[in-house]
């Protein structure tokens, strides 16, 4: 098991910026993926970000693309989300998942959410 630990959301007005942690408790194997989901009230849960532990490669979500950006810390099995230039529209619970690199990734641990709200 993997257990994330998500901190940093809260209520930014558009065209803030805002920081979204997550530490997961070990990483399973070299292939390690991490990553953010959002889902807004009505909506189906959208991939975010991720980024492979091997390499760093990372992948983003066409509508998040230019404005977050994902990194890591490996010494503390930490991801980031680094989110500017924040839209009304990015407003949602955003998800920190763990799992496999298989494309961006296949999640199989999550984190429990947090809420972010972008206001006008």
């Known amino acids: 098991q993997v257990q994330l630990v998500e901190s940093g959301g809260g209520l930014v007005q558009a065209g803030g910026s805002l920081r979204l942690s997550c530490e997961a408790s070990?990483?399973?194997?070299?292939?390690?993926?991490m990553g953010w989901f959002r889902q807004a009230p009505g909506k189906e849960r959208e991939f975010v970000a991720s980024?492979?532990?091997?390499?760093?490669?990372?992948y983003y979500g066409d509508s998040v693309k230019d404005r977050f950006t994902i990194f890591r810390d490996s010494a503390k099995n930490t991801v980031y989300l680094q989110m500017n230039s924040l839209k009304l529209e990015d407003t949602a619970v955003y998800y920190c998942a763990a799992g496999r690199a298989i494309g961006a990734i296949v999640a199989d641990y999550w984190g429990q959410g947090t809420q972010v709200t972008v206001s006008s």
């Open positions: 980024i492979r532990w091997s390499g760093g490669r990372t």
């Open positions: 070990r990483r399973t194997s070299s292939e390690f993926v």
